[in-house]
C-alpha cells in the first residue's frame, strides 16, 4: 500500500556564485531526470517565471525538495536551451532545459593535440580538466596510479568530458558524474552493498512503495554453445574447443532452451589445447551474467543519487534511472538493475 505524504513542497532557486540570487516561479510541475550510463547524467525540463536580473548563460538552478519538514537539494543545473513564451492567459515566462556540470565539460574541446606525460598521476590530470574548464568543486578519492606512457591520444575537438572519462575507465572509476549539490565526483567504482543501503522500499501499510511493478531478464542474445579455433601458419594442425551450457538448473541450458549457438571465435594464437578449452569455458561462464532490471514508484521521499543502492523487498539494486515530477501527488519512478547468473 502506499499512503500520501504528510507535506510536500518544492522551490527552485537561481543561484550566483554558490549563493541564492532569487526564486523562480514555475507554471506547472518541473522534471527531473537521471540517467547513470549518459554522459550528462542529470537534467531539468521546467516552465519557470525567472527573478529579474536573472544571468541565463552564467546563473544556474538549484531544486530543492521538503517532505515532511526534511529539505533535500536535487542538483544542480546549468540552462542549455531556453525560449521566451507566452500562455493562453498572456502570462510570460522561460521555458527551459537545464543539465548537471557534465554540460560544462561538453562544451569545453581541444583546440590543438593535448600532451600528457608519463609518470603523471591518473587523478591529478583529470582534476586539472575540471580546473580548466572552470569546476572547481570536486570530490576526489585518491589513487595511486600514474601514466605509463606519454599520451596523445585524442584528436583536435575531443570534449573534456570525454578524456576525463576515458582516463576515469582506465583507474576503473565511475564515468564523471555530479552529485546533488552540485560537486564532481571522482572516485571508484560504486558496488552493490547490502551494509551500505541507502534506500530501502518495503510493502506493507505505511509503505510509500506504489503495488505497480515490472521485472525483465534480457535473454535475447543469450547463447549456450560456444566455439573457438586457432588457425594460423605457426600451428601445424586446427585446434577447437567447444563448451556448453547444460546445467539443467540454468534457463539458458541446451536442456532447457534447446541448442543456440554463438558465432564461433577465431583466436590468432593461444599457448596449447588447455590454454584454448579454458578460453571457451571462461565464455561459458561469463555468458550466464545477465542483467535483471526491476521498474518500481514510489511516492517522492529524498534526493537520490548516481548508482544508488536501493532494497526492494529483499533484494538488492543499483539504482540505474529515475525519474520525477515535483508535484505532491506525483509518483517517484525507479528503474532499478542488478547482474543476475541464469
Keep these: 500500500m502506499m499512503t500520501n505524504l504528510h507535506t510536500f513542497e518544492y522551490h527552485i532557486y537561481v543561484m550566483r556564485s554558490g549563493a541564492e540570487f532569487g526564486e523562480a516561479l514555475s507554471i506547472d510541475d518541473p522534471q527531473i531526470e537521471m540517467v547513470s550510463d549518459a554522459e550528462i547524467k542529470k537534467s531539468m525540463s521546467a516552465n519557470l517565471i525567472l527573478p529579474d536580473g536573472t544571468d541565463i548563460l552564467h546563473d544556474t538552478l538549484m531544486p530543492k525538495i521538503i517532505v515532511d519538514g526534511v529539505e533535500s537539494v536535487l542538483g544542480e543545473y546549468y540552462i542549455g536551451t531556453y525560449t521566451e513564451q507566452t500562455n493562453e492567459y498572456g502570462q510570460s515566462y522561460t521555458e527551459i532545459e537545464a543539465y548537471d556540470g557534465g554540460y560544462l565539460l561538453s562544451r569545453y574541446r581541444t583546440e590543438n593535440i593535448i ?32 601514466l605509463t606512457m606519454d599520451r596523445e591520444d585524442w584528436d583536435i575537438g575531443t570534449t573534456y568530458l570525454q578524456i576525463i572519462n576515458d582516463l576515469l575507465s582506465e583507474i576503473d572509476y565511475e564515468t564523471l ?65 567447444t563448451a556448453v551450457n547444460d546445467d539443467p538448473e540454468s534457463i539458458l541450458s541446451v536442456q532447457n532452451r534447446g541448442r543456440v549457438q554463438a558465432p564461433p571465435e577465431r583466436i590468432d594464437n593461444i599457448a596449447s589445447q588447455e590454454e ?44 540505474y534511472s529515475w525519474s520525477m515530477k515535483l508535484s505532491p501527488d506525483s509518483l517517484f519512478t525507479h528503474t532499478l538493475r542488478r547482474e543476475v547468473f541464469i
Design 115 to 146: 600532451h600528457f606525460s608519463a609518470g603523471e598521476n591518473y587523478v591529478d590530470v583529470i582534476k586539472s580538466l575540471l580546473v580548466e574548464c572552470g569546476v572547481t568543486n570536486v570530490m576526489i578519492t585518491a589513487n595511486p596510479a600514474t
Design 177 to 241: 558524474w555530479f552529485d546533488n549539490n552540485g560537486f564532481a565526483q571522482v572516485a571508484p567504482k560504486r558496488t552493490l552493498n547490502p551494509n551500505n543501503i541507502h534506500h530501502k522500499y518495503i510493502s506493507g501499510t505505511y509503505s510509500i512503495l506504489s503495488p505497480a511493478k515490472s521485472k525483465e531478464i534480457d535473454i535475447f542474445d543469450s547463447y549456450n554453445v560456444f566455439v573457438a579455433y586457432v588457425n594460423s601458419a605457426d600451428n601445424a594442425e586446427l585446434m577447437i574447443a
Design 276 to 319: 584454448l578449452q579454458i578460453y571457451v569455458d571462461n565464455w561459458k561462464n561469463r555468458s550466464r551474467s545477465s542483467v535483471e532490471t526491476l521498474v518500481i514508484s514510489t511516492a517522492i521521499d529524498k534526493s537520490h543519487e548516481i548508482l544508488d543502492t536501493v532494497q526492494c523487498e529483499d533484494e538488492i539494486y543499483f539504482e
